[in-house]
């Protein structure tokens, strides 16, 4: 059972990125999925989560900027993150729960934005 995150880079404020989180050993299908991120120094905090019935949450920094989607025949979900800005650098996780406000049991390993300006 593994959450594979990855997409992480360096790029320019402005630029975009997309994330990809892939599961393996169980299916995505039934699950919320989350991106948290942690920049240095700081506590994580939630950027984005998307219900198994595709309802979609954003934190409100990220809102209009990110895009959060999921292809359950690829069990993956991805997030498009536009007009990155430097307080986006942090390190992305990808998390699943039953819910978006619930519990996360599967954590994948990170994956590194760093948003120069």
């Known amino acids: 059972v593994q959450l594979q995150a990855s997409g992480g880079g360096l790029v320019q404020a402005g630029g975009s990125l997309r994330l990809s989180c892939k599961a393996s050993?169980?299916?995505?299908?039934?699950?919320?999925i989350a991106w948290f991120r942690q920049a240095p120094g700081k506590e994580r905090e939630g950027a984005s989560c998307?219900?198994?019935?595709?309802?979609?949450l954003y934190r409100e920094v990220v809102k209009g900027r990110f895009t959060i989607s999921r292809d359950n025949a690829k069990n993956t979900v991805y997030l498009q993150m536009n007009n990155l800005k430097p307080e986006d650098t942090a390190v992305y996780y990808c998390?699943?729960?039953?819910?978006?406000?619930?519990?996360?049991?599967?954590w994948g390993q990170g994956t590194l934005v760093t948003v120069s300006s």
């Open positions: 050993g169980f299916t995505l299908e039934t699950l919320a």
């Open positions: 998307i219900s198994p019935a595709h309802t979609t």
């Open positions: 998390a699943a729960s039953e819910h978006c406000q619930g519990d996360y049991k599967y």
